[in-house]
């Protein structure tokens, strides 16, 4: 399909819903062009506002008179011609948004929860069921985001290596297999990464929240090496007021007792076991070289080892899963009883192995899976509290963090409502500076890969700076 763009700056939000739409198909956009080549769809403002559809065997165009909006004039028109045109309607509307919590909540804010819903469904064309989980999950949040103050930050530490990578991954992160060297000079470099960092928290007197350290997978690394990063972590930062402390140990087949006793001796306070599903037919067609079993024997070792707040990954949609296996590997989460479960939805990526059209062709069920898990999960005492969305996801769905009251993750919340800074450290990460009296949201980004972490450590440290620069400019 052919997105042309006529004297408007919305051609970022028109090409996301236009692939909501159009999941299987390329769409490209043509912002110079002489002529309109079928299959096209217009969007123009001129005049007024006005879309159109035109392929070999349709056309239809939808016009509006200019408004004080017309990014959202032209996204309902757009929305109204691909709804028609594919029969079918998206459960989020016309946001392409990933955090569409932040939206609700600031609507709720200025106008009331009942007008913030309405809203929702009568102008952004958002289901009745979508409106109510993110007014379930706004409520949910609204403690967390109560204790974020004006010197608030959170830390965010990159371990950018797994055992292998997964068919669906998009993320930044090496194979153990082909970077185990990289491991050994990328260490040392992200430990005086997070000394730097600790200092520049000191001097501006910020606050910490929270901690995650993320990836990838940290459990990549040996026992001896989580040690080393853990105590310096608690060297560098006063950790006496954090309301949690996750080390994500995704891959089972990483998490031993050894690595376990070592997150124990420090201040960890919760953990993230991933089995993103129970099928080994399907953990095979995906990439990961564990089994269901592997698992069950992590989580229960962690169990044994006195982690009482595990969190547990799953992904709905995977190469080769089904509604049954689907069902199998909620009622196996349910068994093990995690205080806290994250349901994604799969979203296919360019830099991802996966294809749209393989998994569109496998997966036109995800919809159902997530209506077995809602429903599952709930029933077992847990409830939504985070909510985001990605490009490219199946069904045009979300992810949703689910856990039970009191397990709420404070860095997720943290994290998708932007409502403090993130000072992150390793390679992928990245530095979000927050302006706590607007909206004002900076990014400092770190190399992406290890390796040009390696030969460019003294570069990206000097982008740090900034923050400094930032808080004497903001948040005084």
């Not at 953990?271 to 024997?297: C, K, M, W, Y």
Request: glycine share 4%; proline share 3%; with cysteine.
């Amino acid at each position: 399909m052919n997105l042309y763009i006529d004297n408007h700056k919305f051609h970022y939000e028109m090409e996301n819903l236009c692939r909501a739409f159009l999941f299987t198909e390329d769409v490209a956009v043509h912002h110079e062009y002489d002529q309109l080549e079928k299959p096209y769809i217009l969007t123009s403002v001129r005049d007024k506002v006005r879309v159109e559809l035109c392929t070999d065997d349709t056309y239809e165009a939808l016009e509006s008179p200019l408004c004080d909006d017309n990014e959202l004039r032209m996204g309902q028109l757009l929305y109204k011609l691909l709804s028609k045109a594919c029969d079918r309607e998206l459960p989020w509307g016309i946001l392409t948004g990933v955090r569409p919590i932040k939206l609700f909540s600031r609507l709720c804010d200025r106008d009331g929860a009942e007008a913030a819903a309405r809203y929702f469904r009568e102008t952004l064309y958002v289901s009745e069921e979508k409106t109510t989980l993110a007014m379930q999950v706004r409520e949910n949040q609204r403690v967390i985001l109560s204790r974020s103050g004006r010197r608030s930050f959170s830390l965010y530490v990159s371990i950018p290596f797994c055992p292998t990578r997964c068919n669906y991954c998009s993320f930044v992160s090496q194979t153990v297999e082909k970077a185990k060297k990289l491991i050994e000079q990328y260490l040392p470099l992200l430990l005086s990464e997070i000394r730097y960092t600790a200092q520049l928290a000191r001097e501006l007197d910020l606050r910490l929240e929270s901690v995650y350290i993320g990836g990838g997978t940290p459990t990549t690394l040996t026992a001896g090496q989580l040690d080393l990063l853990l105590s310096e972590i608690e060297a560098d930062f006063d950790l006496s007021g954090i309301s949690e402390f996750t080390v994500e140990a995704g891959r089972p087949d990483t998490v031993t007792a050894e690595k376990l006793t070592t997150l124990k001796n420090y201040c960890v306070t919760r953990i993230s076991i991933n089995p993103q599903t129970f099928s080994d037919s399907v953990l095979e067609a995906i990439g990961r070289r564990h089994t269901a079993q592997q698992t069950v024997d992590a989580f229960r070792l962690a169990r044994q080892l006195g982690f009482d707040n595990i969190n547990m990954d799953l992904i709905a949609g995977l190469t080769s899963d089904t509604p049954e296996s689907f069902e199998n590997t909620i009622k196996a989460v349910r068994r093990l009883d995690p205080e806290s479960v994250t349901v994604h939805t799969l979203a296919v990526k360019r830099s991802a192995r996966l294809s749209s059209t393989d998994a569109v062709r496998e997966h036109g069920y995800t919809s159902q899976m997530l209506a077995y898990a809602k429903d599952k999960l709930s029933a077992g005492g847990y409830e939504p509290y985070y909510l985001y969305r990605q490009s490219k996801m199946l069904s045009n769905l979300e992810n949703i963090g689910w856990a039970k009251r009191g397990y709420f993750s404070p860095y997720n919340v943290y994290i998708m409502e932007e409502t403090h800074s993130i000072l992150a450290c390793g390679a992928g990460a990245v530095t979000k500076l927050r302006d706590v009296d607007s909206d004002y949201l900076e990014r400092i980004f770190n190399f992406k890969y290890p390796y040009e972490y390696i030969s460019r450590f003294d570069e990206m440290i000097q982008r740090k700076e900034r923050v400094k620069s930032f808080y004497g400019e903001y948040n005084e």
